[in-house]
T-cell receptor, first 114, second 111 residues
Framework: EAQVTQNPRYLITVTGKKLTVTCSQN?????MSWYRQDPGLGLRQIYY???????DKGDVPEGYKVSRKEKRNFPLILESPSPNQTSLYFC?????????????FGSGTQLSVL | RKEVEQDPGPFNVPEGATVAFNCTYS??????FFWYRQDCRKEPKLLMS???SGNEDGRFTAQLNRASQYISLLIRDSKLSDSATYLC????????????FGTGTQLKVEL
């Protein structure tokens, strides 16, 4: 089954404790992206990757890191989480190209930073 | 001004009603337009793309007006299962064909 898999689904942590949210897709998609969703603000892009070893900042990259060492994986790293990073996070992937832009989303990670 | 603006709702409608949502976008260079559906705290899923000529998929009709920079979604014969948040999404070349999401319009279909 074609899917984007995120883990964990829920995460509670404390300020300053490094964490990683994993994301993996099995559709051989070139493009992967991370979003955060907050009430009243909608989905905002954190980072995206056009292909292996190619990553770029989205609209709200501060406090986050990503890596793309393999095509299927795109982990999101919070080196020193803070309470304002409490949010619902989604990983997404799609095929490259201009016309085919359907995004496939993971099921989300609800992060709470205390 | 937000890049993509939607009325947050909620729109409370009876089953069987016709309901329409509008969305405006600010970037005239925008190239592609979509409606996504999101159920509470779940991942967004593509509902339909929006084409200049307008397009229909069953009970759903999407329209694009480039001159006025808005897109619309019409749902006919609403079902209880249509209750969700509908996200307007716009993309333009640059930033990897970045998709910009509206904050969504919440629809509640009631008996």
């Amino acid at each position: 089954e074609a899917q984007v898999t995120q883990n964990p689904r829920y995460l509670i942590t404390v300020t300053g404790k490094k964490l990683t949210v994993t994301c993996s897709q099995n559709m051989n998609h070139e493009y992967m992206s991370w979003y955060r969703q907050d009430p009243g603000l909608g989905l905002r892009q954190i980072y995206y990757s056009m292909n292996v070893e190619v990553t770029d900042k989205g609209d709200v990259p501060e406090g986050y890191k990503v890596s793309r060492k393999e095509k299927r994986n795109f982990p999101l790293i919070l080196e020193s989480p803070s309470p304002n990073q409490t949010s619902l996070y989604f990983c997404a992937s799609r095929e490259a190209g201009v016309t085919n832009e359907k995004l496939f989303f993971g099921s989300g990670t609800q992060l709470s930073v205390l | 001004r937000k890049e993509v603006e939607q009325d947050p709702g909620p729109f409370n409608v009876p089953e069987g009603a016709t309901v329409a949502f509008n969305c405006t976008y600010s970037n005239s260079a925008s190239q592609s337009f979509f409606w996504y559906r999101q159920d509470c705290r779940k991942e967004p899923k593509l509902l339909m793309s929006v084409y200049s000529s307008g397009n229909e998929d069953g009970r759903f009709t999407a329209q694009l007006n480039r001159a006025s920079q808005y897109i619309s979604l019409l749902i006919r014969d609403s079902k209880l299962s249509d209750s969700a948040t509908y996200l307007c999404v716009v993309s333009f070349t640059g930033g990897g064909n970045k998709l910009t999401f509206g904050t969504g319009t919440q629809l509640k279909v009631e008996l």
